[in-house]
């Protein structure tokens, strides 16, 4: 069991947009759609946009028209969000633009978002460092911030195996792990990302967020789990030889649509 296994970014990206777009917080967003209504367009900059998931489900849910600002270090991915938007209109009807950035969005700058009306990112912020998280939060100050989709390491499957707490811990670690000198913030971001505002004197609204898979997300359950377990092992390579047999009983379940997932999230709105 390898995290080679697993499905290409780009694609897993795009089997993840439904369960991402069920999970995210409507609460959070009612309450930053009313500072979203005065000078038009609307500018949306949004950090990190892999294929553009976040864009497609919040600009029709908002009225009016909108210009968004698609961030990614990934020209490829940029070039995908982009194409993906064709055809997207506000709820009222407005037209919806798009223009990309590629580069480092940690070396963004408060005049990088002068013209926005909101900040946006999605699965963004455990890939970050914490002295990245507080570049990006000195950035955002300022403007509402919507942060959607932010792990918490906490997981459930349902029927329990007596494996699932030992890969879930080996997970959080390898979510946690130095790659290239940067230590990323994994299962931390979200209570390192609060703090940041805190520290600017900035209020953060927090709601969960959770993936709940069933039988009608037996594919995205199964590449959910083979990622998952696949890094676990990789953290702790100890784990490979139980995790064989494991890797069988929750694949084989989740097929059959026996297996049931809760993954937990978090959502942040900052300044809104």
Known sequence: MTVEETLPFADWLRLREPADAAARDEDL???VRPRLTGEHPTVIHDLGSGTGSMSRWLAPRLPGPQHWV??????????RAAEGMAGVTAVDGAAVTVSTRCGDLTRLSAADLADGSLVTASALLDMLTAEEVDRVVAACVGWPTLFAM???????????????????AAFNDHQRRTVDGR???GPDAVAATTA???????????????????????DLTAEWFRGW?????EQRPDLAGPAQAYAQRRLADAA???LTVLVEHRDLLAGG
């Not at 940041?196 to 037996?218: I, K, M, N, T, Y």
Request: one cysteine or more; charged letters at 30%.
């Open 29 to 31: 967003l009612n309450a």
């Open 70 to 79: 698609l961030y990614d270090r990934d020209a490829d991915l940029l070039a």
């Open 150 to 168: 932010s792990v918490t390491g906490r997981v459930r499957l349902i029927p329990t195996d007596p494996l699932d707490g030992a890969v879930e």
């Open 183 to 185: 230590r990323l913030l």
């Open 196 to 218: 940041a505002f805190a520290r600017r004197g900035v209020d953060v609204r927090e709601r969960p967020s959770p993936w709940r898979l069933g039988p009608e997300q037996a």
């Open 229 to 233: 377990l696949g890094a676990a092992c």
């Open 256 to 258: 059959a649509g026996r």
